[in-house]
């Protein structure tokens, strides 16, 4: 009995840190970030769609998460991380690196300025994801594994 509770407790400790070591991977973190947006993204689409009222504190957390995330994004592609985890980057943002670090800079810039303008109602809201969409959707065009 105590043999099998010994096994149960060092198996549940080897799945923790294996869980607790893929967390630290670069595609993980990425993908975490990504998450990220893309909840953002989805707070804004939900006031634009009239799922949910304007809201210009959603909008404005929206925004800010997208201009921060943004910001440190390619910070997670180091040498070696191209595959594994279920990773979506293409091999192109380590062909391109410089082109992929402008893409992320735009979203921060375009995220930015909507910031600065602020929407205030659903219509204007709309341009705001028409901009940051269009800033996504050219880098993923390119560095996102088409699915």
């Known amino acids: 009995m105590k043999l099998k509770l010994v096994l149960a407790a060092a198996l549940v400790t080897g799945l923790g840190l294996?869980?607790?070591t893929a967390?630290?991977?670069?595609q993980v973190v990425r993908q975490e970030m990504m998450k990220k947006v893309g909840g953002a993204m989805g707070a804004i689409g939900?006031?634009?769609?009239?799922?949910?009222?304007?809201?210009?504190e959603v909008v404005k957390a929206s925004l800010?998460?997208?201009?921060?995330?943004?910001?440190?994004?390619p910070n997670h592609f180091p040498a070696g991380s191209e595959t594994g985890f279920e990773t979506e980057a293409t091999a192109k943002i380590?062909?391109?690196?410089d082109d992929f670090k402008a893409k992320s800079a735009e979203l921060t810039k375009v995220a930015e300025a909507q910031l600065a303008a602020m929407p205030t109602d659903q219509a204007s809201t709309g341009a705001v994801m028409k901009a940051v969409g269009?800033?996504?959707?050219?880098?993923?065009?390119t560095y996102r594994v088409k699915k």
């Open 18 to 20: 294996t869980a607790a």
């Open 23 to 26: 967390a630290d991977e670069p």
């Open 46 to 56: 939900a006031i634009v769609k009239g799922e949910k009222p304007f809201d210009a």
């Open 64 to 73: 800010t998460t997208m201009a921060e995330v943004s910001k440190d994004f």
């Open 94 to 97: 380590w062909e391109n690196p």
């Open 134 to 141: 269009a800033t996504c959707s050219s880098c993923h065009e």
